[in-house]
DNA sequence: CGCTAATCGAGACGGTACGTCCCGTCTTCAG
DNA sequence: CTGAAGACGGGACGTACCGTCTCGATTAGCG
């Protein structure tokens, strides 16, 4: 809950929420204007009406801030994270929640968005960490509590963890996103919800 | 199994096969060696001993270069795809697979080169789609054998095609890689393989 | 009278006339309608309608084929040289000369003409010499013939020699082109023979 | 006198004079050193310990460049112009500076400047204009003071400009040593300032 | 409340890699 | 067995970003 934001050297104090802010939201909005490698960080200071040394001083480089853009954003909006409702039903639950993923990838920018992230995990490890525990961690975490409700009323096999089985029904639906191996529908949703269902169920 | 090497513009036929092979075998030997952002074409034109001007002439760019590389690496090696034993005892075949899989993704080599493959994925869609037909297109050929004799065997639901099978048993694997968001061990790669059968069984 | 055509080495006698015709009128095609440094050996290839290689066998570079074309144009339109009338009066014959050069000057052609013949000439000392003998040494011997005469009318002043007095009147023009230092017009010209006769007067 | 250096767009305050003058001055000693299609932008940069981008940000090309190097030694060294002395003898004052000219064209460094200069004019209208305002401009400057007292002895028709007087007796060194048609020596120099001072004189 | 030092915008700088263009050579193939 | 077509290695081009830096101008917070 402390402020995460043990980042860089200089006093921290003077620093102008102004220029931070601003920063953040050009580069949310050119991650969701252009293709990601024609993201610049000049680019991102014009837009933003702040000096590339501002930018420097205060995030590493380019992927820094994209992340750090994102994980604000998914920090601004919880309602977008993955809010799994629980109606007894788990599959149906399921079926709900991947849906609406389905849906949202079919949205150019939150593809836009994904993709971003996606290339700076795969690049930097440093960034990939960051986004694992800024991004995924909390997504993670509501699925969690779900998950507990369902393995109190013996839905869920023991010997699966909470992470595989947020894996079993998640991981499906983003290689498929990744590699545009298939089509990405509502009835794959259900499909993938079925497999995870019958997959987790105990005996 | 056709002439795929339908590709680019000029004339094809006086090619010098030996500049193409020197150029993709240059490409493959830098991925292994430097992380992926530090490729550089003037590098992989002075490693083939090749011209940048006749990399140019064949490929639209770096990226499909390197997924062609790769594509010819999966079609020069099929042992190295996903060949799926058949024992009769599908859970195990496909643990025995994972495992190896598991064990690859340690390779830094190998890591370099799922990560090159991933960069150029996600930042377009032209080389997203080369990789789906040309490296995971294969590899989903190979796993199809297999689970033709399983369903044969009355091993698998009448309800799940092909990829979303293969998609349950890789994908979580995939998923993990990326995200570095748990150990890849063998232990897991049972677990993946279990859940997986269980997904697909009948009834 | 005799041919100077000892040019290359290959055999000549089964060189293709056509060809050699092509390329000389490509360049000189060329050399009149784009600005020099963008004319390439590629483009006068491909407008003749000749393999560069032809180009290469016959000629050593851009250079050399450019100015034999303007030396062949040189030597095919004997009207366009210096012709310098006799009169008797050689002030007014060096004054129409000089007219009709000032008047060729203002020609785009004959500019680019001239302009590319004055760049190869100061990049290559081969060319420069070629150009004095082929080109300015055609010139010179028409001048030579009037001046013969003025000198025999006692128009002349005897420690002047015939290139010192072809100096005199077309160096002065010749600079000013080159230079654009000052406008080129028939008064200048004028001005420009008066001059060069009260320089070559005698006593 | 005044500030001559209204030049290119950017802000210019900011300007680097040390990058400026590093350019400048390894502009100048590649020209004397190598041929001048030999010389290189890179090579200039290089030499310079200055980067690319920086040259091209404030010169539009390697000519630009050149041109205003030797403009600057131009004007950094006054003495090495046309400087006529006044002995009251025009003939001897002028054929004093021709001889000095004459030596200098023997001069490998001076021909590499002169030829290189030359080139630049013929390739490029703005450049030739800038060789003749502020290289051709401050050597006319010099020369008409001395045709000012020579105008003034009643030495010089009045019918006959500067720049005429001016052409007169530069103009036909100036093509010689470009068109290499004679040698360049201590007695023509004598023999062009007597043709010149007889065209000009009165009567 | 005014001094002083950090931060700000602007943008020039040394670099590195880009993708293009042209050179001059060499190979292939149709006539 | 010529010659058009054009691919090739080489190398310079001019551009685009990178991340650093130097400028004044602004501004915050300690004295």
Redo the contacts between chains.
Sequence with gaps: MADASIRCVPSATRRSEQSRRAALDAALALVTEL???RITVDAIAARAGVSKATIYRWWSAKGALVVEALAQQSADRPEEHLVLPDTGDLEADLAGVLRAIVDEMADPSYDALM?AL??E???D?AL??Q??EQI?GVQLEYVERRFAAARAAGQLRD??GT??AF??F???V???W?????PLTHA?AD??AA??V????PG
Tied chains: 1, 2, 3, 4.
Excluded at 198 to 201: M, Q
């Design positions: 293709p990601y490698p993709r996606s290339i995990s795969l690049q490890p990939r960490d986004v694992r995924f010997d699966v992470l595989e894996e079993l998640v991981a499906p983003f290689h498929r990744q590699g545009a191996t298939g794959y499909g993938v497999r995870a019958r997959a987790l169920r």
